[in-house]
Nanobody, 120 residues
């Protein structure tokens, strides 16, 4: 029932901000006790959890990315967003949004992913 869809530019220049939006259908992002995550996968590498926003609006970030990352939401649109500042080519990856049933549970619903390339 729950569907997630990433959207945003596929190409970002170094030093600029990567911005993506996840649109959720079939469920509310404010429903107890769900968490909504951003996850990425660089080419040839594994998945990396970036951060999440909880049903309450609280945010959580990977320590390695916290200084550059912001997650926010628009409850009226049932959307949540990712901003990754000061990007470099190492930020090139497929970016996914996903849902977690709770803080301790793994992601169960995923978007299809969107390719973002950082290049001048």
């Amino acid at each position: 029932q729950v569907q997630l869809q990433e959207s945003g530019p596929g190409l970002v220049k170094p030093s600029q901000t990567l911005s993506l939006t996840c649109t959720v259908s079939g469920g509310s992002i404010t429903t107890n006790y769900y968490y909504w995550s951003w996850i990425r996968q660089p080419p040839g590498k594994g998945l990396e959890w970036m951060g999440a926003i909880a049903y309450s609006g609280s945010t959580y970030y990977s320590p390695s990315l916290k200084s550059r990352t912001s997650i926010s939401r628009d409850t009226s649109k049932n959307q949540f967003t990712l901003q990754l500042r000061s990007v470099t080519p190492e930020d090139t990856a497929v970016y996914y949004c996903a849902r977690n049933r709770s803080w301790s549970d793994p992601a169960d619903y995923w978007g299809q992913g969107t390719q973002v390339t950082v290049s001048s």
